[in-house]
């Protein structure tokens, strides 16, 4: 199975990462310290060393008694006479150093002159040792370089035939998608076909998409059905260390590629390698090497070889737009978030390995999951099957599933947390702020449940039920949606006089939603339809004109100050339902839909 090789090929790549990593602070030690050795015995031998041009005054004067050589060694021992430690020197010219002594011998000087023959271990662990530091480096080197994946990065999926391939069976909603991943699908299969019309064939296909949209999926599906091989690598790979690195990856990738085309390459987080040029140098030449290289492979594919780059990214708008050029990425496919009726068949696909109780009812399940991706809904039924096996049930149950989505949206619960009484007080005031605001605001949604329990890094929380799917969202709406996130802040100031940093969380994305009215969405009167994507390009409002600034400043000051106006009017008109909603998580923690509404009904 493709997919299994897969992960065998990624975990056993993981061993060796981890064993190198071990491996090369060793190595780095070991290196220090041959150095170290080598110094501080050079430097021990220094006091027993005799400078040459000392020697040669010292044999001239009668000093030495006995000069001891090695064949194949500048280095001499040496006897004075009135000394009686060794010393030793190195002699340039052995040769003539010998000539030299043999002189004296026979103009009469007394020296014995000793010549062994050539030590061949000692002369070897001579050069041994002060070739160490450089072996050692030179070994470093080649596992950063392995590591780097110099040699063979891209993983080859044999063109498998089985029925185990991904196919577009594998892939869930996507359905106005479809169609042109079979184009290209046809393509793969039968090139000839388009060629033989004269067609121009596809070369590039960007994937745009969030994270776990199913962006790899759909590009190991064409593979599937096409029965071709994918070849697959990541943006961030090439973009490691060494410079120039990047560019050779690519060569390798393609040459690999057209061994086995035809055949799909693809390339994850394309924006990695493929982001705009700049002019400027420095950090981005490597990058623009990489790029270059990309372009170039892409131009230089024969029109027989059938070979296609599938890309993926979650910002197009970073991409080069060399990339995007006919004969290049050309094509784009977006890949949005699964709808309802996507969701629940993703649910299906998923679950389909799994043990499932009579009462799951996965379209609710999916109702509860707006804007959730495929891979979080494939990891819902996993905890939910962890969740099943730790309750001892004998099947996946509907609550387990709807624990799972809690688990994921707000993190676990946790039971064991010691709060304070006041803190208690403070979260259920907090919450039950939220929960009755939203009650009473046309556009909110309805409340699902609401809890002083914590989970993950909040408080407590208040569940909304979601069971449509929007394409557009109004400005009453908007308006409404911060009055409600302001609920919370709104009724611990009217409960318990006092505020707290529990809302901390509420103000940051009130305040973001606040911001896009006023600079993305064009809602403000005092502003104007204008459009500002001040986090692409912060510069762009200085070109319009120079108070914008304050002007776009004290609307998103005024949306926030109208709405939490309004949040603590609507409490102070309703605060008994707010005391009831408070008393009642204080008694129970949590309390559900239910019970919610039978306090409006009192
Ligand atoms: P991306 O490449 O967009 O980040 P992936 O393709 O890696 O996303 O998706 C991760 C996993 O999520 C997939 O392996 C698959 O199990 C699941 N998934 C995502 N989208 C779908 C879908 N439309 N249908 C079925 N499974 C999906
Ligand atoms: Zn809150």
Not at 68 to 87: A, H, N, Q, R
Not at 315 to 343: Q, S, V
Not at 370 to 388: K, W
Request: net charge negative; proline share 3%.
């Amino acid at each position: 199975m493709a997919n299994k090789n897969n992960k065998k090929n990624g975990s056993q790549e993981d061993k060796w990462k981890k064993i190198l990593y071990t491996l090369i602070p060793i190595l780095l030690v070991l290196a220090v310290f041959t150095v170290g050795f080598i110094l501080n015995n050079y430097q021990k031998n220094n006091d027993k060393n005799v400078a040459y041009t000392q020697l040669i005054k010292d044999i001239n004067e009668g000093k030495i008694e006995k000069v001891e050589m090695t064949v194949g060694s500048t280095s001499v021992k040496l006897k004075y006479k009135d000394v009686e430690e060794e010393k030793s020197a190195i002699v340039p010219n052995t040769q003539a150093f010998i000539e030299l002594i043999q002189n004296k011998v026979e103009s009469g000087n007394e020296i014995e002159l000793i010549q062994n023959p050539r030590n061949f271990i000692a002369t070897f662990s001579e050069g041994l040792i002060s070739l160490l530091p450089t072996i050692v480096l030179v070994i470093l080197v080649i596992l950063i370089i392995q590591m780097q994946g110099l040699g063979d990065k891209g993983k080859v999926y044999d063109p498998d035939i089985s029925e185990d391939r991904i196919s577009f069976k594998d892939v869930a909603g996507l359905d106005e998608e479809r169609s042109e991943m079979m184009e290209i699908v046809e393509f793969l299969k039968n090139p000839e076909q388009y060629t033989k019309m004269g067609a121009k064939t596809p070369r590039g296909v960007l994937l745009c998409g969030k994270p776990g949209t199913g962006k790899t999926l759909i590009a190991k599906a064409i593979a599937g059905e096409a029965k071709v091989p994918f070849i697959s690598m990541s943006g961030s790979e090439f973009v490691e260390m060494f410079a120039g690195l990047g560019a050779s990856r690519v060569r390798k990738l393609f040459e690999k590629a057209k061994k086995v085309s035809p055949c799909i390459i693809f390339i994850d987080e394309i924006d990695a390698i493929g982001a705009r040029r700049s002019s400027s140098s420095g950090a981005d030449t490597e990058n623009n090497q990489t790029l270059n290289q990309l372009l170039v492979e892409m131009d230089g594919f024969d029109s027989d070889q059938s070979i296609i780059v599938i890309a993926a990214t979650n910002r197009p708008e970073m991409l080069d737009e060399a990339l995007l050029r006919p004969g290049r990425f050309d094509r784009t496919i977006t890949i949005p978030l699964p709808d309802l009726r996507g969701r629940e068949e993703i649910l299906k696909i998923h679950s389909k390995n799994k043990k499932l109780a009579e009462d799951v009812n996965l379209k609710s399940i999916a109702g509860d999951t707006a804007g959730f991706t495929g891979a979080e809904l494939e990891n819902i039924l996993n905890e939910a099957a962890i969740i099943a096996t730790n309750k001892k049930h004998n099947a996946i149950e509907n609550i387990d599933i709807e624990d799972a989505v809690k688990k994921v949206t707000v993190g676990l619960e946790k039971h064991n947390r010691i709060i304070s009484e006041k803190d208690k007080k403070l979260t259920a005031y907090h919450e039950a702020g939220h929960a009755v605001v939203s009650r009473y605001l046309e556009t909110q949604k309805d409340i699902k449940e609401v809890s002083i329990i914590p989970r993950g890094i909040a408080g407590g929380y208040t569940m909304y039920k979601t069971n449509e799917d929007k394409f557009y969202v109004s400005k009453t709406e908007m308006e409404e949606k911060l009055i409600s996130l302001l609920g919370g802040r709104a009724a611990e100031k009217i409960a318990l006089n006092d505020i707290s940093t529990g809302a901390s969380n509420d103000i940051e994305v009130a305040m973001k939603i606040a911001r896009d009215m006023v600079t993305v969405y064009g809602m403000s009167e005092k502003i104007g339809p204008m459009s500002m994507n001040l986090e692409k390009d912060p510069y762009q409002i200085q070109l319009l004109g120079n108070n914008l600034e304050d002007e776009i400043g004290k609307e998103v000051k005024n949306i926030l100050e109208d709405a939490y106006e309004k949040a603590q009017m609507l409490l102070r008109v309703h605060r008994d339902k707010l005391d009831a909603v408070a008393a009642k998580l204080l008694e129970k923690e949590v309390i559900n839909e239910q019970e919610f509404e039978a306090i409006f009904e009192e």
